[in-house]
């Protein structure tokens, strides 16, 4: 099967780590800057860095993005760079198209020029942190399409001790556990009976399974429901 290739255009410090993290993922990914030194840094790590004028079509094309399915266009010291790199791209002809945004207006006109998604890393990990500050007990959250959300959270305490049936959640919140993970005390006889915490998932668990304290619940519902069981967890 064909590796899938992307191209990351700006390098600074969303570009550089998101170029490396798709490696990680063993995709192919061309790098596009037009700073020498970030170019040369990154070189040893993905598959092509090239020193480009990301505003100059015809040296897009040379570079060969036409021949990517996606771009991430990371460009954050000018939009006007930035839309004219997304503009290029688009004629070039990549199909999916990711343009990190520094704001609405951006955002706009990165729509309008065809941008299959726009991303906002500083306003996304503002809110991230506010609300691990205001929720602590709520571990992660993602949005699996308009209306539905998948949320990690640790169990609250009016659950301990209940299995899934007997907890009602289902019923009371309108969502589904669809995982559990436990976090289990071992005692490692190496280090004078210190405890080491050991992680077990119960995938898909049954009406039967308890929860208890400590535990993680994975759950999936309508966000209007989430936010009910959320506000129960925090009250916890």
């Known amino acids: 099967m064909r590796r899938r290739q992307f191209v990351v255009i700006g390098l600074g410090t969303f570009g550089y780590n998101v170029a490396l993290e798709l490696i990680k993922k063993n995709m192919q990914v061309l790098c596009i800057d037009n700073n020498y030194e970030i170019v040369n840094r990154i070189s040893n790590f993905v598959t092509q860095a090239l020193v480009v004028d990301a505003t100059d079509e015809n040296a897009m094309e040379d570079a060969g993005i036409a021949d990517c399915d996606s771009a991430v266009i990371s460009i954050g010291e000018s939009i006007e760079t930035s839309i004219l790199a997304t503009l290029i791209v688009k004629e070039l002809g990549v199909k999916n198209i990711i343009v990190k945004s520094s704001s609405q207006w951006h955002s706009k006109v ?40 998948l949320v990690e959270v640790v169990a609250p305490r009016e659950v301990w001790g209940k299995t899934i049936r007997s907890s009602d959640i289902r019923n009371r919140y309108g969502i589904n556990i669809i995982a559990i993970r436990k976090q289990i005390p071992i005692t490692n006889e190496n280090e004078q009976g210190g405890i080491d915490i050991k992680e077990e998932v119960n995938m898909l668990p049954g009406p039967d399974d308890e929860i208890n304290q ?14 009910k069981f959320k506000k129960m967890v925090k009250d916890n």
């Open 110 to 149: 990165a729509a309008r020029l065809g941008a299959s998604s726009i991303v906002y890393p500083e306003f996304e990990m503002a809110k991230k942190l506010v609300d691990s500050i205001m929720t602590p007990n709520i571990l992660e959250q993602i949005k699996l399409s308009k209306d539905y959300n």
């Open 214 to 227: 400590n535990d993680i619940l994975v759950v999936i519902g309508l966000e209007k429901a989430l936010v």
